[in-house]
């Protein structure tokens, strides 16, 4: 699949935003990104299209547009919690650890059982050195994902680390 200048546009909008997000699936980045600029052109305010051009940019490296395309369509919708985990790995991925904790728990305030944002928010104040609350986010990932060996020992070793 390609998005050629010349090639019509499908008429309904979602089946175009599910042709991009195939791509995206897909690993082809590039098409998936004209697919989306497509999308706004036609439709600006298509914050689907919006998001997804930021989680593109991210994994292009482009932190910078990743931070503003995700930011824009948060501005559009701040309880898609999704899009909330996505801007604090943006931050995580630019040691802006404030921002990263607060995004995280925007995440987990629009959607309290996200439990990537909670794993997220614990190794993030953990590393922020807020070891209190880094114990008490580990025990609610835990809660919600009790099988997380990883997670089992990244708490172990921080209650080692507390000398508790």
Same mark, same amino acid.
């Given at each position: @699949?390609? #998005? $050629?200048?010349?090639?019509?546009? +499908?008429?309904?909008?979602?089946?175009?935003?599910?042709?991009?997000? $195939?791509?995206?699936?897909?690993? $082809?980045?590039?098409?998936?990104?004209?697919?989306?600029? /497509?999308?706004? *052109?036609?439709?600006?305010?298509?914050?689907? !299209?919006?998001?997804?051009?930021?989680?593109?940019? #991210?994994?292009?490296?482009?932190?910078?547009? =990743?931070?503003?395309f995700i930011s824009e369509a948060i501005q559009a919708d701040d309880t898609d919690a999704t899009r909330?985990?996505?801007?604090?790995?943006?931050?995580? =991925?630019?040691?802006?650890?404030?921002?990263?904790?607060?995004?995280?728990?925007? !995440? /987990?305030? *629009?959607? +309290?059982?996200?439990? $990537? =944002?909670?794993?997220?928010?614990? &190794?993030?104040?953990?590393?922020?050195?807020?070891?209190?609350?880094?114990?008490?986010?580990?025990?609610? #990932?835990?809660?919600?994902?009790?099988?997380?060996? &990883? =997670?089992?020992?990244?708490?172990? *070793?921080?209650?080692?680390? @507390?000398?508790?």
């Amino acid at each position: @699949m390609s #998005f $050629d200048k010349g090639q019509s546009l +499908p008429a309904d909008l979602e089946t175009l935003l599910e042709r991009c997000f $195939d791509s995206l699936q897909k690993g $082809d980045l590039e098409v998936a990104r004209q697919g989306y600029l /497509l999308i706004l *052109a036609q439709w600006p305010d298509q914050t689907d !299209a919006i998001y997804f051009l930021g989680v593109i940019a #991210f994994q292009q490296g482009d932190l910078a547009q =990743a931070e503003k395309f995700i930011s824009e369509a948060i501005q559009a919708d701040d309880t898609d919690a999704t899009r909330w985990l996505s801007l604090g790995a943006v931050y995580d =991925a630019r040691g802006e650890l404030n921002n990263a904790a607060h995004a995280y728990r925007s !995440a /987990l305030e *629009a959607e +309290p059982t996200l439990a $990537d =944002a909670a794993y997220n928010l614990a &190794i993030t104040l953990e590393q922020n050195g807020e070891e209190i609350e880094a114990e008490a986010t580990y025990q609610r #990932f835990l809660n919600l994902e009790p099988n997380d060996a &990883i =997670a089992w020992c990244n708490y172990g *070793a921080l209650l080692k680390k @507390m000398n508790r």
